[in-house]
């Protein structure tokens, strides 16, 4: 079938004449298409054809569902991006676009090594429901496939200011290089180390002299030497001062005369490095201010301007190249309304992320939640359950207590400490229950998700003393977990470093570079039906330890059941601090409670 062009709505014209308001004009969009006839086949694995502009004959990215969709099925919200549960249509969507993707031979590398994709499910002015597709990024080194929606901006295209500038700075770069390799330079490099080291030695042996020279005048002194040699003693370490201060300084005058022919020999290339770091500053503003992000009112504000009142100030590499954006952006250039969205990743896991094939994503907050704020103004959206005040499961249970510390049983769903959503908290239930306590109560914490024992400490003292046990490594904790996956060995141990993902919180990465060390002993307990059950035994206590060990490739390559940021979601997570053995901080008896979880 041919598919003719849309006839978008006034405010969908009035808002891509507004996003095509930059200086330089933007790349020809592609139109919109009637869901009845600018569609994908119905399987979703070959789309129509329909032309996009003058002379063009490309595909509408505007796709049909398999089945017909009633319209009471579609949602009455718009998704949270930043916490969700894919909507039917939206799985049916992802469906579509994996059987296109296993048709696309040339990319099957690309595909392999992994990339995220969205589907957006979207409502024609004239009651039709269809869907768009999008890659984050770019896709075979490319930023316009048919199948997909276009970038809100294309750097890529040929001619385009932005390869034209990169390419100068990659000239500079090459520039650098070149004198950074020049003889003189690395010869005069050379030769400073080389004094320095000699340098280092050289004083190091002089002050060694020096204190053995003192010892030996102390020596002398215990024996009570008379005037005469007392005075000698003195003019002995007056001429040593003196030596190793004229020593000192001569180093100094050839470690400076060292480092001048170096700074002279590098003058060019600090010049150039200067201007390599105004330039490409230079050239991302610019590039920022030509993605012209739309939200459903038909305001217009680029990416320099939604990032401005940020801790960065500045948009992030990459930023408003993401699925989500370009989604939302296709459909209100095109005037089409946004009904429901997901995200999904395919293909490998990133070494230092933890991303499993096929699974769905909220959007990360760093790059996009700025921009997805602006975006989403003018839908009705469903709200964010991580800002909403937590429900508890149920009531904290007290185990045991004396009169320096509790042992506590805290209820999945409940906040160890108070969160910025509100909610009631495990600290604020023990303010409550012990309101004339001292200190800070909470001696450890877990996650919100996760149930189990925690430590109390009603004194200041215990606190510290209990803590001291924490950061000595003498607590021991074991946890029991439901895996969404086998578990090959019986028992073993994964040590992965951890750190912040500082774009994407709260999830946590691995990183090998500047990771802290993270070590979980593990061991299976039982194997049925794809599930295992494990113990868990954190030696290190990082945030989402042993979430990422479980769910990382390199680790158990196993999520926990339920686990919305680093696996399937669900109901619940089901992860339970069911052991835990420690001292009593002022007896020094060995203590050690059990819970078992309720899974």
């Known amino acids: ?80 991006p930043f916490c969700y549960t894919p909507h039917p249509l939206c799985i049916a969507a992802a469906a579509c676009v994996q059987e296109y993707l296993a048709t696309c031979r040339a990319w099957s590398d690309e595909l392999a090594s992994g990339k995220m994709f969205g589907v957006l499910v979207v409502r024609h002015p004239e009651g039709g429901v269809g869907f768009l597709a999008a890659f984050s990024g770019n896709l075979a ?21 932005f390869r034209q500038e990169e390419a100068a700075i990659s000239a500079l770069n090459g520039r650098v290089a070149r004198l950074e390799r020049d003889p003189q330079l690395c010869e005069a490099r050379a030769e400073l180390e080389r004094l320095t080291r000699q340098a280092a030695c050289a004083l190091d042996e002089a002050r060694t002299a020096a204190l053995r020279a003192k010892a030996e005048r102390d020596r002398q002194r215990a024996e009570r030497p008379d005037e005469a040699l007392l005075a000698a003693l003195v003019r002995q370490s007056q001429h040593e001062k003196a030596e190793l201060r004229r020593l000192r300084q001569r180093w100094n005058e050839r470690l400076a005369a060292a480092r001048a022919r170096v700074g002279a020999l590098t003058e060019e290339v600090v010049r150039l490095k200067d201007e390599r770091h105004r330039r490409s500053a230079e050239l991302q503003h610019r590039l920022f201010a030509r993605f012209r992000m739309l939200n459903a009112r038909g305001e217009v504000r680029d990416l320099n301007e939604l990032f401005a009142d940020t801790p960065q100030r500045v948009p992030p590499a990459g930023a408003g190249e993401c699925a989500a954006p370009k989604l939302l952006q296709y459909a209100y250039v095109s005037g089409l309304h946004p009904v429901a969205m997901a995200e999904f990743w395919w293909g490998a896991s990133p070494r230092g992320e933890v991303r499993r094939h096929g699974c769905y994503y909220p959007a990360c907050r760093g790059k996009c939640g700025p921009i997805l704020r602006h975006m989403l103004q003018g839908l009705d ?74 430590l109390c400490a009603k004194t200041l003292d215990a606190y510290r003393r209990l803590q001291a046990q924490f950061c000595n490594r003498t607590v021991r904790k074991r946890y029991v977990a439901l895996l969404d996956g086998a578990v090959a060995a019986d028992e073993g141990v994964v040590e992965l470093p951890m750190r912040a993902d500082w774009e994407d919180r709260p999830r946590q990465r691995v990183c090998f570079e500047h990771g802290a060390p993270a070590r979980t002993e593990y061991r299976v307990l039982s194997r049925e039906g794809g599930v295992t059950r494990v113990a868990l035994h954190p030696v290190t206590g990082r945030t989402h330890q042993l979430r990422v060990h479980a769910s990382h490739p390199s680790g158990l390559d196993a999520p926990i059941v339920g686990d919305a940021l680093y696996g399937r979601g669900g109901n619940r997570l089901f992860l339970h601090a069911e052991s835990l ?3 009593h901080p002022f007896t020094g008896e060995e203590l050690h409670f059990e819970f078992p979880a309720d899974f």
């Open 581 to 583: 053995t420690f001292r």
């Open 381 to 454: 959206v469903d709200p964010n359950p991580l800002e909403r005040p937590a429900a508890a499961c149920g009531e904290p249970r007290v185990l045991w207590e004396d009169a320096s510390l509790a042992v506590v049983c805290k209820p999945a769903g409940m906040l160890s400490v108070p969160g910025l959503g509100g909610g009631t908290s495990l600290l604020a239930w023990l303010r409550d229950r012990y309101p004339h306590a001292t200190g800070p109560l909470l001696v450890h914490r877990l996650d919100m998700a996760t149930s189990g024992l925690l």
């Open 141 to 161: 080194g490319s930023n316009r496939h048919p199948y997909f929606v276009p970038p809100v901006y294309d750097m890529l295209r040929p001619g385009d200011f």
């Open 1 to 80: 079938m041919r598919g003719k062009e849309l006839e978008a709505s006034p405010a969908g014209r009035a808002a891509a004449a507004a996003a095509r308001g930059g200086a330089e004009p933007a790349a020809p969009l592609c139109g919109g298409a009637c869901p009845d006839e600018a569609v994908a086949a119905p399987s979703g694995g070959t789309p129509s054809e329909a032309p996009h502009g003058p002379g063009d004959d490309s595909r509408w990215p505007l796709h049909r569902f398999p089945q017909p969709v009633d319209p009471a099925t579609l949602p009455a919200r718009f998704t949270c």
